[in-house]
């Protein structure tokens, strides 16, 4: 008996002793990342994790007030108090991207693999070099043409949706779901020929893909997610979270198939919703717009403009996609002027601040091998919903709704994209 209380206590303060360790002594005083400026810890548990959730819409993103204060490389506090880096410094970035892609490798993350597979996002070295190689060319300029027409078509059903709703007398509208279930149409057609038709109809499939990604993130299942990068096991505790986890997906639907599903749908779902948001806040950019689009396509009726003619808007060219890792480096100064931090689309068209931005500054959707393989696709896709609604609606804040940004598992709005509607007349 003597024995097994002394195992006991001995592994006990073993624990205690790993944790101290983890927690205290290795963050603060053996870390080679330890001199690096950066916010201090808020919390020895959940470092500055409770910061960067609680975001707001728009351009002042913890990591862009934690650049300006600390400079371009800043180390901030992960879970356990684990030192991370955040890097905004287009030279490292290059070297990170370009010159020593495969020597940074991405960091295991169980929730993510269970779902994605190792598949393009998280295959390293020889297997993603092979992957990408075997489908480079389903995204050729030719291939993305071809799939204008399905993004026209899934886009003209939603406009129909929406027009159904606001004949019906109603302006306010949550456009969320209508936003999510266009994308998630419209990577089912593209993608594998086939027809999720979650716009119009309930499908199995769809429900299983959204009870992943359009949950409510409650705070026990943004715990779990964290908690199983440290510890697998805690995704075999036979709790209610666990079993939806293991349930929600096909295992038919891993690897390449979820890596598309996730990376053709939530990317241009997420954008799209940003960028009405974004519209609706500044009428005067919306009207610009829709100008552009009224001049190009005359009847709104008949909106059906090919690949070449939806990047030839000068103004839908505007709208740019911003990912939460490099955001700062997207509102530099010193790259984008004094405005950096203003929502100004027109800055596009400016020859004097077009000149500095290079794929080593300018990084929507990443670069060199790692670079996203459907960017073109996105921006197609994105450009035609933008192009139609704004083409067919006056989109407008509801007075009193106050949206925030979901910071996880992706930054969607919070609690919902919610504007007023209105009919744009011939």
């Given amino acids: 008996m003597l024995d097994l209380i002394s195992l006991v206590s001995f592994s006990v303060l073993g624990v205690i002793g790993w944790i101290t360790y983890k927690m205290l002594v290795w963050p603060f005083y053996i870390s080679p990342l330890r001199k690096i400026p950066g916010p201090p810890c808020e ?35 992960g879970l356990f108090n684990e030192p991370t880096l955040y890097v905004a410094d287009s030279k490292i970035i290059q070297e990170i991207t370009l010159s020593k892609t495969y020597d940074f490798v991405k960091p295991y993350n169980p929730s993510a693999l269970a779902i994605a ?8 070295g020889e297997n993603h070099k092979r992957q990408r190689k075997m489908m480079n060319p389903a995204f050729t300029y030719n291939n993305i043409k071809e799939m204008v027409p399905t993004f026209i078509r899934v886009t ?45 109809s309930s499908n199995e499939l769809a429900t299983a893909y959204d009870s992943l990604f359009n949950q409510p993130a409650t705070k026990l299942r943004i715990a779990m997610s964290l908690l199983s990068r440290y510890v697998p096991l805690i995704r075999q505790i036979p709790i209610d979270i666990n079993k939806k986890f293991r349930d929600s997906y ?61 990047n030839s808007l000068e103004h839908l060219n505007c709208n740019t996609e911003m990912f939460i890792g ?14 950096a931090d203003k929502y100004n689309p027109k800055r596009w068209l400016d020859p004097s601040l077009i000149k500095n931005v290079t794929n080593l500054n300018y990084l929507p959707f990443f670069n060199g091998a790692r670079g996203c393989i459907g960017n073109k696709v996105a921006l197609a896709e994105m450009k035609i919903i933008l192009g139609m609604l704004i083409r067919n609606f006056v989109f407008q804040p509801i ?26 007349e011939s």
């Fill in 43 to 77: 919390n020895l548990f959940t470092g500055n994790l409770r910061t960067l959730m609680t975001e707001e819409p728009g351009f002042d993103e913890p990591q862009h007030r934690w650049v300006k204060k600390y400079g371009n490389i800043v180390k901030y506090h």
């Fill in 117 to 124: 597979g190792v598949g393009l996002v998280f295959s390293e």
């Fill in 156 to 200: 003209t059903t939603l406009k129909g949706l929406i027009e159904k709703e606001v004949n019906l007398g109603k302006s306010n509208i949550n456009l969320t779901p209508y936003l999510s279930k266009t994308t998630l149409d419209v990577i089912g057609l593209v993608g594998f020929n086939y027809e999720f038709n979650s716009l119009t």
């Fill in 250 to 310: 096909d295992e038919e639907l891993k690897y390449q198939i979820m890596t598309f599903l996730i990376a053709g749908h939530e990317t241009t779902n997420v954008t799209t919703c940003w960028a009405l948001y974004l519209l609706a806040q500044h009428p005067h950019e919306q009207d610009l717009l829709r100008e552009e689009l009224v001049k190009a396509f005359p009847d709104k009726s008949n909106f059906n403009p090919t690949y070449d003619e939806i």
């Fill in 326 to 339: 490099i955001s700062a480096l997207h509102k530099s100064t010193e790259i984008w002027g004094p405005t």
């Fill in 399 to 424: 007075e009193g709704f106050h949206i925030r940004k979901k910071v996880f598992p992706v930054p969607k709005p919070d609690p919902y994209l919610g504007l007023i509607v209105s009919i744009v």
